[in-house]
């Protein structure tokens, strides 16, 4: 019998439905899709390793999908912020997928690093031991929330793999440039590539991921492919899609959202329900897939979204006020 102690953000179990639900299903469909019946599931998690990336995932249990309810996964895969293909929710999943490419890919991990290297995303996911799933909740600055089970793997483990100089303090992730393929690049609604950063000390914290899917099967073009940040602690805007760099540098980088108005986006990003956005509150968050449309679902705003314990000490003696 396996006995494990609980981690702190696990939920009662009363807060569960869907967790064996989407997994059986979605694992039927995808081995629909990949051609494999019933009888290939005992060969799928081994020979798919190589070929796809690692999936399907083995849940991680410290991130158990049954202590938080997924949000159905329509809603994560069609309600979207990824201004490379519009500002609208609704436009990444159709501009995303007008042949953007993103496979192959490359990515490069450089900067005050023993170990600089740039490699193909597939030989990263091998190199870092494969993929594991998690599930987390998502909170946008704008006020909503969604929880989703991500597939990856820890950033710590890519962290260790560049094998970071003393002089490092902070991680630099830079998203693709391709304005041929991106709308909002050719457009220019924002400065591209869109830059975010992380202290090292959050970079290793056992909750930053590196997600390559969602809903144990690889990562749709709209939700980031084919690997993206996730600190569920942050607010999403954190979370940079489709990375293609990671530096690790002294001096802490300048955020994309800060640089376009440093008066409403900070570095720190912390999900903070007692400071609020100077255009609105950030007390409650609406819930995506829940209520109607004339009655959203609300919920109160948790500090640090629910992951205090994991991430608190990070940030002692800091004014969160100031440090937004
Ligand atoms: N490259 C890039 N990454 C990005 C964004 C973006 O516009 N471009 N939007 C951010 C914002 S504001 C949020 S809330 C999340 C949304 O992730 P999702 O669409 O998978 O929910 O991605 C973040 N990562
Ligand atoms: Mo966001």
Redesign the pocket.
């Known amino acids: 019998m396996l006995i494990r102690t609980k981690k702190d953000w696990e939920l009662p179990e009363s807060a569960v439905t869907s967790e064996s639900a989407y997994r059986t299903h979605n694992r039927r469909d995808f081995l629909k899709a990949i051609g494999l019946g019933a009888a290939g599931a005992a060969l799928a998690s081994r020979d798919l390793l190589a070929a796809t990336g690692g999936f399907p995932a083995k849940a991680n249990p410290d991130f158990p999908a049954s202590a938080l309810k997924p949000t159905a996964e329509e809603f994560?895969t069609s309600?979207?912020?990824?201004?490379?293909f519009g500002t609208g929710k609704e436009q990444?999943k159709d501009l995303a997928n007008r042949g953007w490419k993103t496979d192959p890919w490359t990515v490069e991990l450089t900067g005050l690093v023993n170990k600089p290297v740039k490699l193909d995303v597939n030989d990263l996911i091998k190199q870092a031991g494969g993929i594991e799933e998690r599930v987390y909740r998502?909170r946008?600055?704008?006020a909503w929330s969604?929880v989703?089970p991500w597939d990856g793997f820890a950033l710590a483990k890519l962290v260790a793999l560049a094998d970071p100089k003393p002089e490092a303090k902070y991680l630099k992730f830079t998203?693709?440039l391709d304005p041929k393929s991106s709308p909002?690049q050719s457009s220019g609604n924002?400065d591209y590539?869109?830059v975010?950063g992380l202290r090292l000390d959050e970079a290793t914290n056992e909750l930053a991921f590196i997600a390559t899917g969602?809903y144990s099967k690889p990562m749709p073009n709209?939700?980031?492919a084919p690997l993206?940040?996730v600190t569920p602690w942050k607010?999403?805007?954190?979370?940079?899609?489709?990375i293609v760099k990671i530096e690790f540098v002294a001096a802490m980088p300048t955020n994309?959202?800060k640089a376009m108005q440093s008066s409403e986006y900070g570095f720190y990003a912390n999900v903070n329900p007692k400071v609020d956005h100077p255009r609105w509150s950030q007390a409650s968050e609406r819930v995506i897939g829940e209520g109607s449309t004339f009655i959203p679902k609300r919920q109160p705003t948790l500090m640090f979204n629910g992951y205090e314990k994991q991430v608190a000490a990070l940030y002692k003696g800091m004014d969160l006020a100031r440090n937004y």
């Open positions: 994560v309600y979207n912020n990824f201004y490379e990444p998502h946008c600055v704008e969604m989703v998203s693709f909002g924002l590539p869109y975010e969602i709209q939700n980031g993206r940040l607010y999403g805007f954190k979370g940079i899609k489709s994309t959202w």
